[in-house]
């Protein structure tokens, strides 16, 4: 690897200005009188550590590894020689509840297992149940998920944009992005009633049909949140030091990528245009007029931009689902799965009989399984469920996507510098909770 | 940046045989089309392939589990299959404790945008063992280590098939089997007891244990200084 001289601005005795007046740069070296001299190589303090490999360790309570991942780093100076992640510290066994939970009360699990995209788990749980019974959803309904869906893939988004900029030491953008994010969630919270954990959908419908005047929040939104892109995308595409922290680092070429399983932005960086939602549509996406933005390098600064142009994607498509929000009911008419409404539950005999077998033992889907994948802003999300007939899943399985892209770091940070194993662990946009399930 | 990678457009194969994708509709439960490669297999398995199922739209392909790394081979390197990404490997227990767990490979091609099941079957009183698709796909390796973690079954050519979401030393089973119980193994004070008396270092990983191992050739003030604790900002 070629050395490159550090400079650093230092304020020097002497003049220090440069013919337009701004503060020099100048080499780190200068003698004892304070004169420049040109760097040299330091001479090894310690020859006998020359060629010894150091272990450090990152995490798991660490800011920059975006909750309890732990690397263990074999170092050759700030070489990165090998890396060896340990994942598990949230581990809680998400899949094994939901065989002991009907298939409504797993949605509240699937908010807390990708914490930074509740509606879109839910929608995707809510989509692989529905395949397991056979239910075909309402138009409205279908047009409120991609609502939710694309409104999910923003939050996550902007926290990634956020915690990206941080770790990467911009700050600015956090609070820029951090304030959209906060519209969202009050949308969604006068929606469901809750940010973070939304449990927004049921099988067969969703939990709540939107809010009077939602739509203009919304259209609101769609609006405005472009102008915050511009100028997130002002102050970092062509910012000199946020593209020497990127450009280059972690780069995966498209033939790895695949064979790695890596998906969402992560692949798309590495110019595989591969997004469930065009290749094996659901919701009717194929209806939708988008791109698929891809990358040509694969490394760190193509993860950023084809996030960023994800995002004015995702525009895009709010901006088509608000003009053709059809009128109609949201829930299916199936009353295997759809509760009575609660003032009929309470006066009507029959209502109350239903409710009460409904809540209790649980609607009961055919024997079969789905795995039903859906596009998550990490990449493909998927769902796997068995049934046995009885009203609760005989395994459920949740294909997160962030736990396969973390599976190749190892191979990404291979002979990066310490420093940059952060911005590329940043680039992964994992979600621990997603992780360890 | 690099000006070697050519964008793969996927979903658009050289032959051009593949229809514009749709969402699914009106997919009837059982008896679909089954997808092209299923009678692929067949025709190049025989008797390898076991039965053919198709629930839901999904095919499902049981397989010899002996022959599971020569069907996922074929499947990934056929230009007619071109199965090149690996979405996920888990496995299945039932409830009816006598019926064989499941293991299963959810496959896609990319380039003709299919989707396939593979499903082996592994029954109950023999050892758990099916072969490792790693040196096919990469990303097989934390799947699998996840399903042997959870489920006790061992991928027979894993590089390095550790525990991944449990610790290294746990002793106490297979989580998602089901035969391990909601709450696990013991009662809450039983495992607080347990874990107080625990030796934390019998936690640490290879690479800990190397580290300290290295502490003896340290010199000798490094070694006095370590021992005094030296305290920084106290």
Known sequence: MATTTRTVEVELSTTGLDAQG?????????DEAGNLVPLTPTPALEPELEGEHMLINIGPQHPATHGVLRLVLELDGETVVRCVPHIGYLHCGFEKIGEYRQYNQIIPWTDREDYL????????????????????????CKVLRVIAMELSRLISHCVWLGTFCIDIGAFTPFLWIFQQRERVYLMLESWIGARLTTTLTRVGGMGADIPDGWTEDLAHFVRTFPKVLDECNTMLTKNAIWVGRTVGLGAMSADEAINYGLSGPMLRASGVAYDVRKDFPYLDYETYDFDVPIGLSGDVYDRFLV?????????????QALKRLPDGPVNVDDPRVILPPKSKATSDMESMIHHFKQVMEGARPPIGEAYVAVESPKGEKGYYMVSDGTSKPVRWRIRPPSFVNLSAIPKMVEGHLLSDVIAINASIDIVMGEIDR | MSETIQPVIAGHAEDGQVAAPSTPRNVPYRDGTANPSADALRARFGDAVHRVDVVWNETTVFVDRARVLDVVRWLHDDPSQQYDYLSDVTAVEYRDLDRPIEVVWHLRSLPHRRFLRLKALLPKGQPLVVPSVWSVYRGADWLERECYDMFGIRFEGHPDLRRLLMWEQYKEGYPLRKDFPLRGRFSRSEQLRQILAQNPEAKYSMEELNVLEAFDELSIEQRARLRGGEKVGE
């Not at chain 1, 701004?22 to 200068?30: E, M, S």
């Open chain 1, 307 to 319: 996030r960023m142009e994800e995002m004015r994607q995702s525009i895009r498509i709010l901006e």
């Open chain 1, 22 to 30: 701004r503060p020099q740069r100048v080499p780190l070296a200068t």
């Open chain 1, 117 to 140: 995209n509740s509606p879109g788990n839910n929608v995707a749980f809510a989509l692989g149940a529905e395949r397991l019974f056979g239910i075909e959803i309402t138009e409205r």
